[in-house]
């Protein structure tokens, strides 16, 4: 039987390749971006207390109304936004599903998106279901920061939509209030939305903030803010995250939501919504992983790669460019065979797969497993 395919061009995804290569060869796996560690007992606790209680029905679509009020909290307390939960915050199943239905809102066939790469590989083919067309616009070596002229000399009449990505996977680049009012000036007074994923918004460095679009007034009307409680709290696997918009996009957001899962786990958002409720829970996780971070990239000096310490995310980007012109693709995969360090090669965000040497390691795991990478990393030189 043949089937005609809606993404011929789509494969296994890199991050599972890897984890599996990781697997198969008994590698330190700091491919996939989730973390090696486990989430506070506290939460976990709740979840238990929830279940246990009988809280395992389906949840309203749009989010338990507790949750969603918290979530009013912590956004004004955050970003000094103040949004209604009633219309304008929605509990969905992962940040991915929020992203997917967020373009599938906006995007009809014809469409264009602008999508800044590198970028995270869901992003493209939630334009492409729709009939949209992605337009790459390669971000600036070597900080990945904006390239603002290109991004104006790509919109034209059939532009709706611009993928935004702050704190940056894979890069670490972190949003300035300059980003913020170059786009705002390029969408003002035109029918272009925004797609923002800020599912790192905790997770920053050497006391940066993280500038969501919903601190920006123009950009507020205009946005999806896309958020994860899986990468802030540790508990990826959960598949839970949040989608802040204006009341007329939330409508449109909440027609296709109610069709790809309806619903998210029920005592899962009432323990998170109980857990919200200390911000401390929130607010220590950026020296959480700035030791992390700090630690990580002071052992990687001895590698002989050469990067700059990210700004945000728990990923750090490397440049082995000066030392080989083996591709990314197969020096990532001799890491993890013979090293037994797996990574991402950074060609896997680029459409076109371009290559500038570059790979990116995920250090959300326990200092012992990353003390032992970078000892293993030390002898990177033998593979050249």
């Known amino acids: 039987m043949s089937i005609p395919s809606k993404l011929p061009q789509v494969g296994t995804t890199i991050f599972t390749v890897m984890s599996k290569m990781a697997q198969d060869f008994g590698a330190i796996n700091l491919s996939q971006g989730f973390p090696g560690f486990g989430s506070d007992p506290v939460l976990l606790e709740l979840v238990a207390k929830y279940t246990l209680e009988g809280f395992n029905q389906y949840a309203p679509m749009s989010g338990i109304p507790h949750l969603r009020e918290i979530m009013v909290e912590k956004t004004e307390r955050c970003y000094g936004v103040k949004v209604d939960s009633e219309t304008e915050v929605t509990i969905v199943s992962g940040a991915t599903e929020a992203i997917f239905s967020a373009v599938t809102s906006i995007i009809k066939p014809g469409d264009e998106v602008i999508v800044l790469e590198p970028a995270y590989d869901s992003y493209e083919p939630s334009i492409l279901l729709s009939g949209g067309i992605p337009i790459h616009i390669p971000l600036k070596l070597p900080d990945f920061s904006v390239d603002w002229d290109r991004v104006r000399s790509a919109v034209n009449y059939k532009t709706k939509l611009i993928m935004v990505n702050s704190p940056h996977n894979p890069t670490g680049y972190l ?54 409680y899986g990468k802030t709290f540790h508990v990826t696997g959960w598949k839970i ?11 449109e957001f909440r027609k296709i939501h109610q069709f790809v899962t309806f619903s998210t786990v029920t005592p899962l958002q009432h323990a998170l919504a109980d857990y919200l ?9 950026p020296a959480f ?17 050469s990067f700059t310490p990210a700004e945000g995310s728990f990923f750090q980007m490397a440049s082995y460019a000066h030392l080989s012109d083996m591709s990314d693709r197969e020096l990532a995969e001799r890491m993890t065979k013979e090293l037994k360090v797996a990574c991402i090669p950074v060609s896997a965000f680029y459409h076109d797969h371009k290559d500038d040497k570059l790979i990116r390691f995920c250090f959300a795991k326990e200092e012992s497993e990353l003390q032992e990478a970078l000892g293993r990393l030390t002898n990177l030189a033998s593979l050249f």
């Open 175 to 228: 949003w300035t209030q300059e980003d913020l009012n170059q786009l705002a000036a390029l969408i003002s007074d035109r029918d272009i939305f925004v797609v923002s994923d800020e599912v790192y918004e905790h997770i920053t460095f050497d006391g940066r903030p993280h500038l969501s679009l919903l601190t920006h007034p123009v950009l507020r009307e205009k946005t999806f803010v896309c958020g994860s």
């Open 241 to 251: 995250g949040f989608c802040i918009a204006p009341e007329a996009l939330t409508k």
């Open 277 to 285: 409720k200390t911000p401390e829970h929130y607010e220590q996780i």
């Open 289 to 305: 992983y700035q030791k992390k971070r700090d630690l990580f990239v002071d052992g990687l000096k001895e590698s002989g790669l």
